[in-house]
């Protein structure tokens, strides 16, 4: 497949992800095909055993998966990138891509808590070592630092309590040391957040959420510089990854309108976080995309945007209260993932190891969708007053 010689750098990043791949559409159509294969023949025995074409085996690679990696490495401004059949697929591969038993992990405290138990069972039981860190240590990562401290992983911001990092700084006291970093990009879709340019090795996103946009398929990216990517991408090869053609189609095509979605899950995410902050059951709200908020200027200095998540701590308040605010929701769906067109909320506990939770009160986790804010308003000034209701 002949590829995209042109310069793009000069385009604007809302035209680059539109327009992202077409190089791999064919007889004049916008989109690239779907290509369901496993096996892929060779003309002749020096091409099968030279290998001189573009595509070996269905698992290697195919024109679909190529157009969604390639659409993915340029919105992230990363060297290449790999699809996974989920996020928490891209953040194992990931890891275990770089650490070997005796190696040293420093992981975020504020994590992905399925990636928690990765850590604490799988990684554990290989003989890797998992270090949890303050999400805002920053420079202070350099003292938790060991000799055999292989990579240092960073989410910012933090899954449930938002915690903005300061990524650049640790970035650089981690590779420092010799340490790849990676990040959890998820949040930002890799469209807010540049994690390359902010010094990171390694981008990863749950391309379930805001790159697919519709809930309708899982898929997982690991984004790689140049030097990592060789390393990487002989781990992904070996261990026999790869992501379904069908939900890589449904992917590219949700990226193309991911920088329009985002600005609506933006705007309408601060409307409601704003009306938020004044209700009188509401002791925080956890958004770094609001004046004042706990994060707010890490994330104006690094950030080009918000996303449509986060959450807020209540003032204290029953079980029984709770579950009369949440079980009659007409507009927030209570579900564990986001980044789709539809709104959702669900309670939670931080999990914590390296630091403690100060916080009082129930938490949720709001995902603003693509509904009218008022009506979202409308729906949550409902709840509150079932809750007060049932107090």
């Not at 074409?53 to 992230?76: H, N």
């Amino acid at each position: 497949m002949e590829k995209n010689t042109k310069d793009r750098s000069t385009l604007k990043p809302a035209t680059r992800i539109a327009t992202a791949s077409r190089q791999y559409a064919e007889h004049g159509m916008v989109n690239p095909a779907v290509y369901r294969a496993s096996t892929i023949t060779f003309p002749d025995v020096d091409t099968l055993v030279n290998r001189r074409q573009d595509y070996l085996y269905g698992r290697r690679g195919t024109p679909t998966s190529r157009a969604f990696e390639t659409a993915v490495a340029e919105l992230e401004g990363g060297h290449d990138c790999k699809a996974c059949p989920s996020g928490l697929a891209a953040i194992s591969s990931a890891l275990l891509a770089f650490l070997n038993a005796g190696d040293h992990l420093l992981m975020v405290d504020t994590v992905y808590h399925p990636a928690r138990e990765f850590c604490d069972k799988v990684l554990k039981r290989l003989g890797v070592e998992t270090t949890y860190y303050d999400p805002l240590i920053g420079g202070g990562i350099a003292k938790l630092m060991k000799a055999n401290t292989r990579v240092v992983y960073c989410e910012s911001p933090g899954s449930q309590t938002m915690e903005v990092q300061d990524v650049p700084v640790i970035a650089e006291a981690a590779r420092a040391k010799g340490a790849v970093v990676m990040l959890d990009n998820t949040w930002s879709g890799g469209h807010y957040f540049k994690a390359f340019d902010m010094g990171c090795d390694i981008s990863i996103q749950a391309a379930t959420k805001y790159l697919v946009g519709h809930s309708d398929a899982m898929m997982g990216t690991v984004t790689c510089n140049a030097a990592t990517w060789p390393q990487f991408k002989d781990a992904y090869e070996t261990m026999g990854l790869f992501a379904g053609p069908d939900d890589m189609y449904l992917a590219l095509r949700g990226m193309r309108t991911l920088d329009v979605r985002l600005e609506r899950h933006m705007k309408s995410a601060i409307t409601v976080a704003e009306w938020l902050r004044g209700r009188a059951e509401v002791e925080t709200v956890l958004y770094p995309a609001l004046s004042n908020a706990p994060g707010h200027s890490q994330w104006k200095r690094d950030f080009t945007g918000a996303s449509g998540l986060f959450s807020l701590v209540l003032k204290p308040a029953s079980p029984k209260a709770m579950a009369a605010m949440l079980d009659h929701m007409e507009l927030f769906s209570m579900g564990y993932s986001w980044g789709g067109y539809e709104s959702l909320v669900v309670p939670f506990k931080p999990h914590r190891t390296a630091t403690a939770w100060k916080g009082e009160g129930p938490c949720l986790r709001l995902h603003i969708g693509l509904e009218h804010p008022d009506d979202l308003i409308a729906d949550l000034d409902a709840g509150f007053a079932r809750l007060k209701a049932a107090q």
